[in-house]
């Protein structure tokens, strides 16, 4: 706040060029260049709704009211290999967020009957289940998503 507008402007350019020097996508054909403007878009979503510092992940379509900035099982699956390729400093927090969950998912496991392991949730922002309408052994695909990131 104490930038002011000028000063915010130039710390958003700053940040955007450095990120369009690490993802940035050239497109050679004339005919697939019209494809440029929503590229960009795509990359900017990802990385505006990724958890920037150690220890978080990506929210699940961002802040929407539906899942309300909650993390969800398949950015493991779905999103992290285009961290790990392109921003993989942003895929190790994402590593480190269910590293740092892995308590509450021994927990689950417990609770869920099983003598060892590890249950982790569907959806959640603090490593507890946040889905009330996932029970029993459902999620337990989870887990090799989370392998396949690691």
Known sequence: VGM???GLLVDQRDELRHLWSEVDIKIAAPSMKELLPALRLSHLQLYMNAGQTRGTSIATKGLCRFYGGQYSWDTEIIISPYFTYNLPHLSKNFIQFRIDILPQAMERAVELGL????????????????????????????NADIAFAI
Do not use: D, M
């Open 4 to 6: 002011g507008y000028e």
């Open 115 to 142: 003598r060892r392991g590890a249950v982790y949730p569907w959806r959640t922002i603090n490593g507890y289940e946040n889905w009330p309408a996932i029970g029993g052994t459902v999620p337990l695909h989870i």
